[in-house]
């Protein structure tokens, strides 16, 4: 179920063990080799992208049923998901005061999307997208164009001399380093994003094979917080990125913006 | 199989060094926010926010620490099968 797993099994030493002559005593590890005793609930290699679309069509079905009757006064479902907007529309205004807002739709999407494809390796069977390296490289490249898309819809032409740094003089230093840095942020958002779920999902497969498969339980909690902390932390870092694209040069006038309208919880 | 124990303990020694950088280094931004906190307890919503931003961007160094020893394992053979190769089964 594992690649990595399985795949190690038939590596290199198949090559001595051709010239080892029929070996019939054979190995206690052999039986307790953690890839032979799968999980409690086998897990296809294919659910990886199970859970992807399933979240689309979670959340697809929550928006449709949730707005289609509006009232100025919300009610039942409705109330629920204005609390929900309301907060996600938090996160940017948090970091960019009022000017955040409209930037707001597309964090909070981010947020969202990674929250329950993370939450959904908990449901027995599936396995969370994001341990696979190719849907965190999706998002990741995603944010990359769109902050760059931002930047120039706020600053146009002039979004580029942010590459060059204050001093033209110093133009060929600061290049190379602002050029790499912006090119790794891609990288280090899917890597991150990839490397906490996939480890999370890694001990806990360790420890349901290794141990009593109940043993597993008790990392499930860690699973959520981790969860929700990379998605949080994945959306915190894609709007920092989104304020240092498109922040004006007045900063005095910003910051006292922003330290007045910051919510104190 | 020298090439083999140089991988198993690479592989082992990589992620703690970097568990244990990234220990130090989440120790000092966490100490930080709570004397920051301690002295200005109605900041305490921003300086979470920053310290968690922090924290991630320091834990991500480990992380990176941890896929690679992830790639490597794939290179290792399984015990058994090194055991039945050396000859020594039991």
């Known amino acids: 179920m594992n690649d990595w797993l399985s795949q190690h099994n038939s590596s290199p030493v198949v090559l001595a063990q051709a010239q080892q002559p029929a070996e019939t005593t054979t190995t206690p590890t052999t039986s307790a080799d953690p890839v032979e005793s799968g999980p409690l609930i086998p897990r296809s290699e294919y659910s990886l992208y199970a859970s992807p679309i399933l979240v689309f069509l979670l959340i697809m079905l929550v928006v449709i049923i949730g707005t289609r009757r509006l009232k100025i006064v919300p009610r039942g479902m409705q109330n629920f998901l204005e609390l929900v907007v309301e907060s996600l529309n938090g996160i940017p205004e948090m970091v960019m005061g009022p000017r955040g807002r409209q930037y707001a739709p597309f964090v909070s999407t981010f947020f969202l999307y990674i929250l329950l494809v993370n939450l959904s390796g908990l449901i027995p069977g599936l396995k969370s997208g994001t341990a696979s390296l190719s849907i965190t490289v999706g998002l990741g490249v995603t944010a990359f164009f769109a902050v760059q898309y931002f930047g120039f819809r706020a600053k146009g032409i002039r979004y580029l001399t942010h590459f060059i740094g204050p001093v033209p003089l110093m133009a060929f230093l600061i290049l190379p380093l602002e050029l790499i840095a912006e090119f790794f942020r891609p990288v280090s958002l899917s890597f991150r994003l990839y490397g906490n779920i996939f480890g999370e999902e890694q001990i806990i497969h360790a420890l349901s094979t290794q141990f009593f498969p109940l043993v597993a339980v008790l990392m499930l909690p860690l699973q959520i917080i981790t969860s929700v902390l990379q998605a949080l932390v994945f959306a915190l870092l894609v709007t920092v990125y989104i304020a240092l694209a498109t922040e004006e040069h007045e900063e005095h006038k910003e910051h006292a913006v922003v330290e007045e309208t910051a919510p104190a919880h | ?90």
Not at chain 2, 18 to 42: D, I, K, T, Y
Request: hydrophobic share 60%; charged share 10%.
């Open chain 2, 1 to 90: 199989m020298v090439y083999f124990a140089a991988l198993a303990i690479a592989i082992g020694l990589g992620t703690a060094l970097a568990a244990f950088g990234c220990g130090l280094g989440q120790g000092n931004a966490v100490r930080g926010a709570l004397e920051g906190v301690a002295r200005q307890p109605e900041a305490q919503g921003r300086i979470l926010v920053l310290m968690i931003l922090g924290l991630a961007l320091i834990e991500s160094l480990t992380i990176y620490a941890l896929v690679l020893g992830f790639r490597l394992i794939t290179f290792l053979p399984a015990t058994a099968d090194v055991l039945k190769a050396i000859g020594t089964g039991h």
